[in-house]
């Protein structure tokens, strides 16, 4: 079946925009995660969902990082007024419970100049 | 708090070669260990979990609590096997697991 998908592939965006990364998880899975890759700082937790439970935000970096889940499936995550170390791969991972199994996504890089 | 420890950033051997890549974890519960592998071009996957005590493409990896580790290990390397390898952890709540959280990673090169 179809595994997790993430759009876009690619975003440019110049400093100060807002953008919008979006998840969408394979059917049925009620965990979803989002992680942050970047050259020697390997897969940095930003935020997990967990069902109808409040997510797990400890791992957002400021407050300009934000992420919802509507409908217990696709996710989005927003970063606004983007700043160049924002620049990284941002990876989303599903699985049928929290923890175990995660099927991760191609990511979406994202560059801000 | 719960943190995964990968003290090498590139484990460079040659074909042939035994391999060990590290793994050191904290955390004061119950965890569950899993080994994620990240080929060239390709998506992050899951190589093992602890509590399967499987062999994937010939590694294997032990928990061990006393020492809080979980190596990653195959006794004859191959050139397929170049690839960055995370070490993650989850908190084990009675069976109904939490977050994963991931090591920096290993960058491992197998040279001919």
């Known amino acids: 079946g179809a595994g997790v998908s993430q759009s876009p592939s690619n975003k440019v965006t110049e400093k100060g925009k807002d953008v919008e990364l979006r998840c969408d998880p394979i059917s049925g899975h009620t965990a979803l995660y989002w992680y942050r890759q970047s050259l020697g700082q390997g897969l940095e937790f930003l935020i997990y969902f967990q069902g109808n439970s409040a997510p797990d935000k400890s791992g957002l970096p400021s407050d300009r990082f934000s992420a919802e889940r509507t409908g217990g499936s696709v996710s989005t995550l927003t970063i606004q007024r983007t700043q160049q170390e924002d620049s990284a791969v941002y990876l989303c991972a599903s699985s049928p419970t929290g923890g175990r199994d995660a099927d991760f996504g191609p990511g979406t890089r994202l560059l801000v100049l | 708090a719960q943190r995964v420890t990968q003290p090498e950033k590139l484990l460079s051997v040659f074909k042939g070669a035994p391999v060990e890549l590290k793994c050191n974890y904290s955390y004061s519960g119950s965890p569950e260990l899993f080994w994620y592998v990240q080929y060239s071009r390709q998506r992050l996957q899951l190589l093992l979990r602890h509590i399967s005590r499987e062999s994937i493409k010939g590694f294997t990896a032990d928990l061990n609590k006393g020492e809080t580790s979980f190596h990653l290990k195959k006794p004859f390397a191959q050139e397929e096997d170049s690839a960055m390898y995370y070490c993650?952890?989850?908190?084990?709540?009675?069976?109904?697991?939490?977050?994963?959280?991931f090591g920096t990673g290993t960058l491992l090169a197998v040279q001919p």
């Open positions: 993650a952890l989850s908190r084990n709540y009675g069976g109904a697991t939490n977050k994963l959280i």
